[in-house]
């Protein structure tokens, strides 16, 4: 089945550092996500991408669909203690029958003021 | 508060006991979904809903899993015969039919003991 993979799986960075991580897949996707999640919570939705080459901006975060339609980065700049989480990339793709979205496993974030 | 809600939060519940979660959407969504998450581990997909109807159900949705959502409004999980291998959080989710992005709930822990 499609599988996501996210890297790096932790990340220790000083405050004020810029901070990128990527996600890949064997499979091309149609819309690529970014969500943050804070412990104990759900989800919260940070970056939609819809198309191959597009870059998005919110805030200090940038995100790139990217052009094979198998991998996707993220990049947080100015890092603030508040961006420590986990951060999952979530793809839908192309040959599935409805239109579920399948979750990478994350990369744990953590910001040393 | 307009985003998807769950209920409860929190569950502890024994092994055999049956365990039900409740989730509203945003209103004006027309698909629900239901992800099961476990610690250190993105969202896994359990199963989907476009309206009243139930439209994918995932090889992790064993028997003792029923979903509904009789309305088309809100949705239920029911759990029977609570297994250790229950524990994880269940996340609800929502989203337009013509959208690729899906908001998500809090989540609801449930602890088997």
């Known amino acids: 089945g499609q599988q996501l993979n996210q890297s790096p799986q932790s990340m220790f960075i000083q405050e004020g550092e810029d901070v990128s991580m990527n996600c890949t897949s064997s499979?091309?996707?149609?819309?690529w996500l970014w969500y943050k999640q804070d412990p104990g919570e759900g989800p919260v939705l940070l970056i939609a991408?819809?198309?191959?080459?597009e870059l998005t901006s919110n805030g200090r975060l940038t995100a790139q669909f990217g052009i094979t339609r198998k991998d996707s980065f993220l990049n947080i700049s100015a890092s603030i203690p508040s961006d420590v989480g986990i951060y999952f990339c979530?793809?839908?793709?192309?040959?599935?029958?409805?239109?579920?979205?399948?979750f990478g496993p994350g990369t744990s974030l953590s910001v040393i003021p | 508060d307009t985003g998807v809600s769950q209920d409860p939060r929190h569950k502890i519940t024994k092994r055999g006991q049956n365990v039900t979660f409740r989730c509203d959407p945003i209103?004006?969504?027309?698909?629900l979904y239901w992800y099961r998450q476990t610690l250190g581990q993105g969202p896994e997909f359990l199963t989907y809903?476009?309206?009243?109807?139930?439209?994918?159900k995932s090889r992790l949705l064993s028997d003792r899993f029923s979903a509904e959502r009789p309305k088309g409004s809100f949705s239920t999980l029911e759990i029977q015969r609570t297994e250790q291998g229950d524990s994880a959080m269940y996340l609800c989710?929502?989203?337009?039919?013509?959208?690729?992005?899906?908001?998500f709930g809090e989540g609801s822990w449930l602890t088997v003991v």
């Open positions: 979530a793809g839908q793709g192309v040959k599935t029958s409805y239109d579920k979205v399948i």
């Open positions: 209103s004006e969504h027309n698909r």
């Open positions: 989710a929502s989203s337009f039919i013509s959208g690729n992005t899906i908001y």
């Open positions: 991408l819809y198309k191959a080459g």
């Open positions: 499979s091309i996707f149609n819309t």
């Open positions: 809903f476009q309206n009243e109807a139930q439209l994918e």
